[in-house]
């Protein structure tokens, strides 16, 4: 079953601007995780986010998870064209593996 | 290069034909995932090994079948496939399941004629 849901299906911004996509979940997790894929390619492990940490910083990236609502968002920060992508966001559970959701699809234009 | 190498990068088959996609990877990992992406639909994970062993298949079509001779390669045999599984297929690694990220090949772009 799916767990995780992005938050919004398509975004889309100018160069420079800050973008942030959010993600919902529905049960209890251990750790929250962000990927990013360009189009036709593999995904790539952004960050992750463990149960009891509420803020994590990479780069102008910050993702934020607030267990008590279950959800978590990714914000980028000074977007540039290269951020063109879809980003997922996946769940575990302990020791199980990774679930991912629809994905957000990002345009970035000049 | 990520680390996990998945070949053919493309491939055309016939619905009658057999073929295989390989995954390798050189990272350590002791589990590896077969997923399926196909257009505007989630990531479906299709098999998990962990240690080499076959931990999950997900109700995957018989026509799918996979192996994993060691730790660090992954196959997926197809055979007598339908137009529907026409999708990209991703190889992934990891250390534990679910306790670190993933690293992801490039994936396979199956199409099934």
């Known amino acids: 079953s799916q767990q995780g849901e992005e938050d919004p299906q398509a975004l889309s911004i100018q160069e420079g601007e800050n973008a942030t996509m959010n993600c919902s979940y529905k049960t209890s997790i251990n750790n929250l995780q962000w990927y990013r894929q360009n189009s036709g390619r593999g995904l790539v492990h952004l960050i992750l986010?463990?149960?009891?940490?509420r803020e994590k910083h990479s780069g102008r990236l910050r993702v934020t998870l607030d267990t008590s609502k279950k959800s978590s968002s990714l914000l980028i920060t000074a977007s540039r064209a290269a951020d063109t992508a879809s980003y997922f966001c996946?769940?575990?559970?302990?020791?199980?593996?990774?679930?991912f959701g629809q994905g957000t699809r990002l345009t970035i234009n000049p | 290069e990520t680390g996990v190498t998945q070949t053919p990068r493309h491939l055309v088959m016939g619905m009658t034909n057999k073929k295989s996609l390989k995954c390798e990877q050189h990272l350590g990992h002791n589990a590896m995932y077969w997923y399926k992406q196909s257009a505007k639909k989630p990531l479906e994970l299709m098999f998990v090994?962990?240690?080499?062993?076959?931990?999950e298949n997900n109700s995957v079509p018989s026509r799918f079948s996979p192996e994993c001779p060691n730790s660090s390669h992954l196959f997926l045999h197809l055979h007598t496939l339908q137009p529907e599984d026409s999708a990209l297929y991703l190889c992934?690694?990891?250390?534990?399941?679910?306790?670190?990220?993933?690293?992801f090949g490039s994936g396979t772009r199956l199409t099934v004629v």
């Open positions: 992934a690694s990891s250390q534990g399941q679910g306790s670190y990220g993933y690293t």
């Open positions: 090994y962990s240690l080499e062993e076959r931990v």
């Open positions: 986010i463990r149960s009891n940490e």
């Open positions: 996946a769940t575990s559970q302990g020791a199980q593996k990774l679930v």
